[in-house]
């Protein structure tokens, strides 16, 4: 259902507030480079700092400007399950096509409080559920078979994988026919050689059109091509990976590209100026300044 190249929508802010202005800038620059759907307030949306309210009016906002161009995937996860119903009933209603549901993280729950949370969700809410294992964010993550015993559920239709083990994306492929997206820009080409459908990607936040060459060769089978877009995209990846926690290289990488602010919200902060160099080498070696 949701393949391809998926951009991992920023959250851009101007003097403390939501910069809806630039949010509508964002969008149309997406949609103008092809991107295949939009994924506003996940992890790089910066959701832990938004209000609630805020949240809503983000998912709002970007239904509205999509107009249907594309799938909204709306972040609509939480560690509470009964705030993760409440989120994906408002994302269905203002019409977003999907949400994304992040593994509950803090409370650490065991393999069957995964499985439960998100039946929950799913039987509550009819709207289609992606499922997104990131344990190095949350401190726990599921098996794959949690995630099989999932994928029997009608609504849940793909899974963002970010564990950062390609043995788990494997697994899940051979055991179920969820759709695997991957959740690391790096990862995307190798958890395709395993059967994944495409990417939630920072890194499309400034390069669109680069990483949908690259999905649309993968979803073509033509992963020969797709390797020359992968070693290319590779070195800009890691560095938007390693610098620091996202969402802070990608957001020092639009600001230095003047397309947003790279203001952060508390405990995030802007990235410091030694590594702000580094980035900046980044972006001129791969072309994107002079």
């Known amino acids: 259902m949701f393949t391809g190249a998926m951009v991992a929508l920023v959250t851009p802010f101007q003097d403390g507030e939501v910069d809806f202005r630039t949010l509508d800038e964002l969008i149309d620059f997406q949609l103008e480079n092809g991107i295949d759907a939009i994924v506003p307030v996940g992890t790089t949306g910066e959701s832990p700092t938004l209000s609630h309210a805020e949240h809503k009016k983000v998912i709002e906002r970007v239904v509205k400007a999509a107009a249907g161009q594309v799938p909204v995937i709306a972040g609509a996860g939480s560690n509470s399950t009964a705030e993760a119903i409440e989120l994906t009933a408002f994302a269905k209603k203002v019409g977003a096509d999907a949400t994304l549901q992040v593994d509950p993280y803090y409370n650490k729950p065991t393999q069957e409080g995964f499985y439960q949370h998100f039946k929950a969700i799913a039987e509550e809410v009819d709207l289609p559920l992606v499922l997104y294992d990131i344990p190095g964010r949350c401190g726990a993550g599921m098996t ?45 080409l190798p958890i395709a050689s395993v059967g994944g459908k495409g990417v939630i990607s920072v890194v499309a936040n400034i390069v669109t059109a680069d990483v949908k060459a690259m999905t649309d060769l993968i979803l073509e089978g033509d992963f020969t091509s797709a390797l020359k877009w992968h070693k290319k995209l590779f070195a800009l990846c890691r560095n938007l990976l390693s610098l620091a926690t996202n969402p802070i290289p990608i957001k020092a990488a639009m600001s230095m590209l003047n397309m947003c602010s790279d203001e ?27």
């Open 264 to 290: 952060m919200r508390l405990p995030m902060v802007p990235m410091d100026e030694s590594k702000k160099a580094i980035l900046r080498q980044a972006l001129k070696a791969y072309g994107l300044l002079n």
């Open 144 to 188: 794959p078979e949690t995630v099989v015993r999932l994928a029997e559920l009608e609504n849940i239709v793909a899974i963002k994988e970010a564990s950062g083990k390609l043995d788990h994306a494997s697994e899940i492929a051979a055991r179920c026919d969820l759709t695997i997206i991957s959740g690391d820009d790096s990862l995307t």
